[in-house]
């Protein structure tokens, strides 16, 4: 019989996702969830059938044209894949596999806690309490914003969006966005269309943000674009920090223009720009869209679908490239 594959599991995952790696695979895990960039990755790579990464490790053009030979498929846990070089994988004949839908519904309740917390101050309030400054009830302290019959302008309509826009109508929210193309009516829901974000954007009392990170989308939200939200305007960032221009949102938050924001992705993240620990009125958390056991479990047994798929000699059914 033949032996299985060895697939190099890049970081520590959840147990069950592990436990089904190290049945089905000769798995090389990372129990001590060590980081491995760049020439390391490589090293570590050695003999590997297959590689099981997180959006955690670059594999650009140099990291993808140094892998070993042995190496076939890389399957990344998350729906978002920019941190794979795509083409380089296709020229070197990689097969590359993401993993969406499973974690449509988690990132989007974040998006909404973010959308709620964000609106409703929930930050400030919780450190006011913590921190023993909470004097009296006070009529006119921690004013928010409402959220009911507000309009909510989604960028990027894909599973993720569809999803914010389900829960936002459940609050009444008036949905809009902005996608490449229309959707056909049933997933449109009633939600009004926009072909372009300079005409969404000042209709819109808050913006969630649920586009991938693309060279068309980095920096979509800078200066220009967020002089056209109306003042005291909320946005809500749940897809990829590179989106935002942080120089631009940043000064808005300082200044009033924008009411709040909430952050779950950063660029350069885990070293997010300092300016953001400052502000009040950002209410931030570290990329945990996903972060729960059933959606992370559903990601690394879709991932590992995949590579099932790969090695039985079928197509995986999420394959990027
Ligand atoms: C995703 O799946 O893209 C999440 O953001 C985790 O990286």
């Not at 399957?75 to 596999?97: C, N, P, Q, W």
């Not at 400054?133 to 507000?150: F, H, I, N, P, Q």
């Not at 997010?272 to 945990?288: F, G």
């Amino acid at each position: 019989m033949a032996e299985n594959p060895i697939l190099l599991v890049t970081r520590l995952l959840p147990p069950d996702i592990e436990a089904r790696a190290a049945r089905d695979y000769q798995a090389i895990l990372n129990p001590d969830d060590v980081q491995y960039d760049g020439p390391a990755l490589v090293e570590r790579s050695a003999g590997a059938d297959a590689i099981l990464t997180c959006s955690t490790e670059r594999f650009d053009a140099e990291v993808i044209a140094a892998l070993p030979e042995s190496v076939k498929a890389l399957a990344t846990f998350s729906v978002g894949y920019e941190h794979i070089d795509v083409e380089a994988a296709k020229a070197r004949g990689l097969v590359v596999t993401n993993t969406p839908d499973v974690l449509s519904n988690a990132t989007a309740d974040l998006a909404m806690l973010l959308l709620l917390g964000a609106a409703r101050r929930a930050h400030e309030s919780a450190a006011m309490l913590r921190e023993n400054r909470w004097g009296r009830w006070v009529a006119t302290e921690l004013l928010g914003t409402e959220v009911t019959g507000k309009r909510l302008g989604i960028l990027g309509m894909g599973r993720i969006g569809r999803a914010v826009a389900q829960r936002a109508r459940g609050f009444d929210m008036e949905i809009h966005y902005c996608n490449r193309s229309r959707l056909p009516q049933e997933l449109e829901a009633g939600a009004t269309y926009h072909e372009d974000a300079e005409e969404m954007l000042p209709g819109i009392d808050f913006l969630s943000i649920n586009c991938p990170a693309t060279p068309e989308t980095r920096h979509f939200l800078n200066a220009e674009r967020i002089a056209l939200l109306p003042d005291g305007a909320i946005v809500i960032n749940t897809a990829r920090g590179t989106i935002v221009d942080d120089d631009a949102l940043i000064p808005a938050l300082q200044s009033g223009k924008l009411a709040a924001a909430g952050l779950d992705v950063f660029e350069g993240e885990p070293d997010i720009d300092p300016r953001y620990l400052e502000i009040e009125n950002a209410l931030l958390v570290p990329h945990i869209g996903s972060a729960t056991l059933e959606t992370r479990n559903a990601m690394g047994f879709r991932a590992l679908d995949n590579l099932d798929a790969y090695f039985a000699g079928q197509e995986p059914g999420d394959r990027v490239a």
